[in-house]
């Protein structure tokens, strides 16, 4: 299958999502390997540059964000073609993103592998997620010749807003966990994860595709909420994933975050309902470094997570989101012809609650 080729046609049951996201994985994965072969190489040295560069998405991933960028496109009636460089950019700045975060939150693992710093050291990872960054502007540049000079000006604005929005994010949970910030609500973390990963996993490829689909007539504001509502599912079941899943198939190391110190939703509500004396304890581990905490401390405070049913609440949090999606789904596509493409859209909304990775 090539990459202006359709999709072939499916119901799309959520458990048949991974396999829709996979076909829309290929096709961007094909569409990525092939700009990169385009922009690596003429200089520096491959083992320092681009072995690094090429790394994380030779690793392979869930593809949300070019799946959702390239399906909602055609939804609205455009094509996986014009489509493409920008979901190529979602992917690379996917990436960028992740070889930053890996060296922010020291994480040792990334899709079943030491983390790229890990390998390589911090100087050569950091310089690798900035050339992702510089071939992420390469991919979004080539959208003037694809969709020609007005339209590619408003895909490189959106992608200037959705990075806006993601530092913003990161920045505050890296301050939530440097300044020891304990006095936190389900609010705040949900402001949070709008910001830091609502925006540029769901939100933005989103947007991305109904823009380039409808060529400027969709509109974008539904795609916000619908979007916000669609992230959130993802990233509490990505914590919940976190403290539950099978690291082999999660991918990331276990009980990661609760060694780097996150606000999770499952944390702020401990904070919140755990006796003072408890409470008390949770904030001194939070109040230490990662190196500082031992793995007696993080069981102790996932058993705590389980005491006081902070998972129960994240789930039952979790499909309260997820049902405020299926709402916002219907205003955002109302007006989009049933397809294929609407289908897995949709469908997304109960895998994003129910998935294993």
Same mark, same amino acid.
């Given at each position: 299958?090539?990459?202006?080729?359709?999709?072939?046609?499916?119901?799309?049951?959520?458990?048949?999502?991974?396999?829709?996201?996979?076909?829309?994985?290929?096709?961007?994965?094909?569409?990525?390997?092939?700009?990169?072969?385009? %922009?690596?190489?003429?200089?520096?040295?491959?083992?320092?540059?681009?072995?690094?560069?090429?790394? @994380?998405?030779?690793?392979?991933?869930?593809?949300?964000?070019?799946?959702?960028?390239?399906?909602?496109?055609?939804?609205?009636?455009?094509?996986?073609?014009?489509?493409?460089?920008?979901?190529?950019?979602?992917?690379?700045? %996917?990436?960028? =993103?992740?070889?930053?975060?890996?060296?922010?939150?020291?994480?040792?693992?990334?899709?079943?592998?030491?983390?790229?710093?890990?390998? %390589?050291?911090?100087?050569?990872?950091?310089?690798?997620?900035?050339?992702?960054?510089?071939?992420?502007?390469?991919?979004?540049?080539?959208?003037?010749?694809?969709?020609?000079?007005?339209?590619?000006?408003?895909?490189?604005?959106?992608?200037?807003?959705?990075?806006? %929005?993601?530092?913003?994010?990161?920045?505050?949970?890296?301050?939530?966990?440097?300044?020891?910030?304990?006095?936190?609500?389900?609010?705040?973390?949900?402001?949070?994860?709008?910001?830091?990963?609502?925006? @540029?996993?769901?939100?933005?490829?989103?947007?991305?595709?109904?823009?380039?689909?409808?060529?400027?007539?969709?509109?974008?504001?539904?795609?916000?909420?619908?979007?916000?509502?669609?992230?959130?599912?993802?990233?509490?079941?990505?914590?919940?994933?976190?403290?539950?899943?099978?690291?082999?198939?999660?991918?990331?190391?276990?009980?990661?975050?609760?060694?780097?110190?996150?606000?999770?939703?499952?944390?702020?509500?401990?904070?919140?309902?755990?006796?003072?004396?408890?409470?008390?304890?949770?904030?001194?581990?939070?109040?230490?470094?990662?190196?500082?905490?031992?793995?007696?401390?993080?069981?102790?405070?996932?058993?705590?997570?389980?005491?006081?049913?902070?998972?129960?609440?994240?789930?039952?949090?979790?499909?309260?989101?997820?049902?405020?999606?299926?709402?916002?789904?219907?205003?955002?596509?109302?007006?989009?012809?049933?397809?294929?493409?609407?289908? =897995?859209?949709?469908?997304?909304?109960?895998?994003?609650?129910?998935?294993?990775?």
């Amino acid at each position: 299958m090539t990459a202006t080729e359709p999709l072939a046609p499916s119901s799309v049951p959520t458990n048949g999502v991974e396999a829709e996201l996979a076909t829309y994985g290929r096709l961007a994965t094909a569409a990525l390997v092939e700009h990169l072969a385009e %922009h690596l190489g003429d200089e520096g040295p491959a083992a320092w540059l681009d072995d690094l560069v090429r790394e @994380y998405p030779a690793r392979g991933g869930k593809a949300i964000r070019p799946a959702l960028c390239l399906a909602t496109c055609v939804a609205f009636g455009g094509s996986i073609e014009e489509a493409m460089p920008s979901a190529v950019a979602v992917e690379l700045l %996917h990436n960028a =993103f992740l070889v930053h975060d890996d060296i922010e939150d020291a994480s040792l693992l990334r899709r079943g592998r030491p983390t790229l710093h890990h390998d %390589h050291g911090v100087p050569l990872a950091l310089n690798a997620g900035d050339a992702l960054f510089v071939l992420a502007g390469a991919a979004l540049a080539s959208n003037r010749s694809v969709l020609g000079g007005r339209m590619a000006a408003a895909v490189a604005d959106e992608f200037t807003t959705m990075a806006r %929005h993601t530092v913003s994010g990161q920045a505050t949970e890296l301050g939530w966990r440097r300044d020891v910030v304990v006095d936190l609500t389900p609010d705040d973390y949900v402001d949070l994860i709008m910001r830091k990963t609502c925006w @540029y996993t769901t939100v933005h490829p989103l947007r991305l595709g109904a823009l380039i689909g409808s060529w400027g007539r969709a509109d974008l504001d539904a795609m916000v909420r619908f979007g916000a509502y669609l992230g959130a599912a993802f990233q509490i079941q990505d914590d919940l994933l976190n403290l539950e899943g099978d690291e082999e198939l999660y991918g990331k190391e276990h009980q990661g975050d609760l060694y780097e110190g996150k606000r999770t939703l499952m944390v702020i509500r401990l904070l919140s309902v755990a006796p003072a004396a408890v409470r008390a304890e949770v904030v001194a581990f939070l109040g230490r470094t990662r190196e500082e905490r031992t793995p007696s401390d993080v069981q102790h405070l996932a058993a705590l997570l389980e005491t006081y049913g902070c998972l129960d609440y994240a789930r039952t949090f979790g499909q309260g989101i997820a049902e405020a999606a299926e709402a916002a789904f219907d205003v955002a596509f109302g007006s989009v012809p049933d397809s294929p493409e609407r289908r =897995f859209v949709h469908a997304l909304i109960a895998w994003m609650l129910r998935r294993a990775a």
